[in-house]
């Protein structure tokens, strides 16, 4: 077992036969048996599958909307099982995941398995060929994957459920956990159902790596398709506010007049699509320097250049932002947007006057 240097991967061969309802299982390591179980089975498997197996357990899937996925195997297309086939495994058969069972003790007779279909019977999976599903007694009820992620980032963690067909909903229930809080309880029913019905269920979780991420089936159901992905957003820009939504990402919109402009951005606000700058500038001091049409007492504004802390003071007595007096029209009156004119001044022929009493 392991041959590839450090990269953690190996290979064996599997044998699942049927006859009459029963498999037999047989799990060889390196050519050597090493286990060989007999088991009943409810499903029927008509073929014999000699399937030989390589699994690679890089993670580096690409997330949807960049980034990489954390999750190592996660649409579960590791081990190949034959197209149209189901398969019973040993418990630690899917790389990158530890399936277990929620009681134990029903499973004294027989050793415990996990169900790993490929388009079986018409069921097909929500991403790739494979998925998992889960059982009660002596099948796997609870896949665990455990994720390195960055601390303090933002993950946009996503999976895919789809309930058994022909069962109920409250026989159709999976809760979800990360780092041991539950973060959802999905539930949908099977009945009239023919085949698979999936469902994409997305929410943000903050990374504290490494972190551990629980499905646990409170009945039945299949999942596929599980992603840990990094949401990483720009800063907000000026008088925008950013939120992060686990379907659209990054979402910036613009906040309104007289609001702030971002949590991070305390004390600014916006005035007319411009933004007092914020207060969180490098080591708490205001540099940036900013033009404003005062207005000394006389009708004529003088452009001035002022630190940008005292912005909002400025506008507050009066004085104007130098762009909302002018715009260029069509006659070209080339009109510079750093001027200060009153409204006594008379505008050049063909162009409008603007300006603020
Ligand atoms: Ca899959």
Known sequence: MGCCGSTPAFDYDLY???SKGERSVVVKSEGKEE???????TLTISAIIIASI??????????????????????????????????SLPL?????????????????????????????????????????????????????????????????LSYDYSPLPGVSADSNVMKVYYNGIQMNSVT??????????????????????PDELVFESQGKGYLDNVMLCPLVCDPSPP?????????????YTPSSDGTPCTSTCSGSVCRAGICDPCDNVPNGKHTQKVKICHK?????????????????????????DPT???????AGCGIESEECPSCSDIPPAGCARLCVP
């Open 16 to 18: 699942l036969l049927s």
């Open 324 to 330: 909302i007096f002018y715009v260029a029209n069509a």
């Open 188 to 209: 949908a029913s099977g009945i009239g159902l023919t085949t698979t019905n999936w469902t994409t269920y997305s929410q943000l979780v903050t990374g504290s790596g």
């Open 54 to 87: 390589f699994i690679s357990l890089v993670v580096g899937q690409t997330c949807p909307a960049g980034g990489t996925n954390l999750v190592t195997n996660p649409s579960f297309e590791s081990p190949a099982v034959l197209p149209g086939t189901a398969a």
């Open 92 to 156: 630690d058969s899917i790389p990158g995941w530890i399936a277990l069972l929620i009681d134990p003790s029903s499973c004294l007779t027989s050793p415990p398995t996990l169900n790993l279909l490929n388009n079986y019977n018409g069921l097909a999976a929500s991403a790739g060929n494979q998925f998992v599903e889960f059982d009660v007694e002596c099948t796997a009820s609870i896949f665990i994957s455990n994720a390195q992620t960055v601390p303090d980032t933002i993950y946009v």
């Open 296 to 320: 000394p007492g006389g009708d004529k504004p003088i452009l001035i250049e002022i630190n940008d802390h005292a912005l909002p003071a400025h506008r507050a007595h009066g004085d104007l």
């Open 35 to 41: 286990a060989q179980h007999q088991m009943s089975q």
């Open 239 to 251: 008088c925008q506010i950013l939120t992060q939504d686990p379907l659209l990402g990054c979402v």
